[in-house]
């Protein structure tokens, strides 16, 4: 995170978005336990103290749905953030991953649940 101090010093204008799903989707489908549900933290307010004296040209949201994600790029791109850090966390549910990661969850679960191979 404090690479973003270092973007707002050099006037860099990058779009960063962060993808949160409330926890590890990944570990959860290969083995679920409550070590998976992760403390959520408010990454936009985060990134936000990031900024030197409270100076530095950026520009955040929180976003949950695809009006609210529209919405914020349209900001986000529009000529009064014109060199502007853009940091967007996007929200989404724990369970929304795709097809193909679910089969692989499937599979890794499956390979962890075999005793171990003898050497």
């Known amino acids: 995170m404090q690479d973003v101090?270092?973007?707002?010093?050099?006037e860099a204008n990058p779009v960063i978005f962060l993808i949160n799903n409330h926890g590890y989707a990944i570990e959860i489908l290969i083995h679920d336990g409550p070590y998976n549900q992760i403390q959520n933290w408010d990454y936009t307010a985060l990134v936000r103290a990031m900024r030197h004296n409270g100076q530095g040209k950026l520009f955040t949201a929180r976003v949950g749905t695809e009006d609210e994600l529209a919405e914020a790029l349209s900001?986000?791109?529009?000529?009064?953030?014109?060199?502007?850090?853009v940091f967007i966390?996007?929200?989404?549910?724990?369970?929304?991953?795709?097809?193909?990661?679910?089969?692989?969850?499937?599979r890794v679960a499956s390979a962890n649940s075999r005793p171990p191979n003898p050497q």
């Open 5 to 10: 101090s270092t973007m707002m010093r050099f």
């Open 75 to 85: 900001k986000a791109l529009s000529p009064e953030c014109a060199n502007h850090v």
């Open 89 to 106: 966390e996007v929200l989404l549910e724990t369970d929304d991953c795709s097809k193909e990661l679910l089969e692989f969850g499937a």
